[in-house]
């Protein structure tokens, strides 16, 4: 397997979706499990993979998109907005 890159990590996190996020969350641990603690690269990895974690509980990514208002109507019965920088809490098992 070549080297890992911050460029191959952005390549799988850029397009990545709530709906696929724990499965990209894998490969991208894969790939930078067995570099040294202290590499960049291994470092940036683990920063997406906190990213991914918190995408796999939102709705959307909204990293470049603004906000939806929550003044519109509806949004009291379908309060689905939760981007990967404030996801829906996690929850146990079984509730």
């Known amino acids: 397997m070549p080297q890992p890159t911050r460029e191959a990590i952005d390549a799988l996190v850029g397009p990545a979706t709530p709906h696929f996020a724990y499965q990209l969350r894998a490969r991208i641990e894969e790939l930078v499990m067995d570099l040294p603690e202290d590499d960049p690269v291994r470092q940036y990895g683990e920063a997406k993979l906190e990213l991914l974690d918190r995408l796999g509980h939102a709705s959307s990514k909204a990293d470049t998109a603004g906000r939806v208002r ?26």
């Open 70 to 95: 929550r003044d519109v109507p509806g949004w009291d019965e379908l309060p689905s907005s939760a981007p990967a920088d404030k996801p829906q809490p996690h929850r146990s098992v079984g509730t």
